[in-house]
């Protein structure tokens, strides 16, 4: 059974660096094709992509938030870890990792963690 | 690179079919056949009703079924019932080889 928690500070001041884990279970990030990626979505708001690392330690960003986003995955560890520098307000969402696999559910999402409530504010 | 474009709401009365338009551009939706669909209930994590256009993860109702057109896909409810009340994202793999999602629609169950 494949789960995924999020896990980071619930409040974060502006200007600072947001750093979350992704602990996951139930599959290895050193399997070829199986990949973990990062969704957020603010209050009332829709869902909207951030990042994406695959076993072959391949990463993707969203063009608008690149600059700003750092995903790493530790295997051993079974953790995927997102940075985000520079944070502000409209950075306040819940954040998501969820688990993809090419070849099976290509690019698709098909197993995600609860979520955690992020807000920025001094 | 922008976000897809659903329609803001759309309602049907239960035993209805309804359909939800996801609209991009030859960049992503109509590029690749890499199109997903998600459901979600208020409060809770996004899941994972349709890939790959058309095809429904195990344990999905077939009830619900993906198609796509040029730059629109679409997700079609067949017999509608109370428990699909929610709101539903598309998402697409983009020629940036990184990914998008729609805006989102809210289904009412009438």
């Known amino acids: 059974q494949i789960t995924l928690k999020e896990s980071g500070p619930t409040l974060v001041k502006p200007t600072q660096t947001l750093t979350l884990t992704c602990t996951f279970s139930?599959?290895?990030?050193?399997?070829?094709?199986?990949?973990v990626g990062w969704i957020r979505q603010p209050p009332g708001k829709a869902l909207e992509w951030l990042a994406l690392?695959?076993?072959?330690?391949?990463?993707r960003y969203s063009p608008s938030l690149k600059s700003r986003l750092t995903i790493t995955k530790d295997t051993s560890e079974n953790q995927v870890v997102l940075t985000m520098t520079s944070v502000d307000p409209v950075d306040t969402a819940t954040y998501y990792c969820?688990?993809?696999?090419?070849?099976?559910?290509?690019?698709?999402?098909?197993?995600w963690g609860q979520g955690t409530m992020v807000t920025v504010s001094s | 690179q922008s976000a897809l474009t659903q329609p803001a709401s759309v309602s049907g009365s239960p035993g209805q079919s309804i359909t939800i338009s996801c609209t991009g551009t030859?960049?992503?939706?109509?590029?690749?056949?890499?199109v997903s669909w998600y459901q979600q209930h208020p409060g809770k994590a996004p899941k994972l009703m349709i890939y790959?256009?058309?095809n429904r993860p195990s344990g999905v109702s077939n009830r619900f079924s993906g198609s796509k057109s040029g730059n629109t896909a679409s997700l079609t409810i067949s017999g509608l019932q109370a428990e699909d009340e929610a709101d539903y994202y598309c998402?697409?793999?983009?020629?940036?080889?990184?990914?998008?999602f729609g805006t989102g629609t809210n289904v009412t169950v009438l």
């Open positions: 969820a688990h993809t696999r090419l070849f099976t559910t290509s690019y698709a999402f098909d197993i």
């Open positions: 139930g599959f290895s990030l050193s399997t070829a094709g199986v990949g």
């Open positions: 690392i695959y076993w072959s330690d391949d990463k």
């Open positions: 030859s960049s992503d939706v109509g590029g690749y056949n890499y």
């Open positions: 790959e256009v058309s």
């Open positions: 998402s697409s793999y983009t020629s940036n080889s990184t990914l998008v």
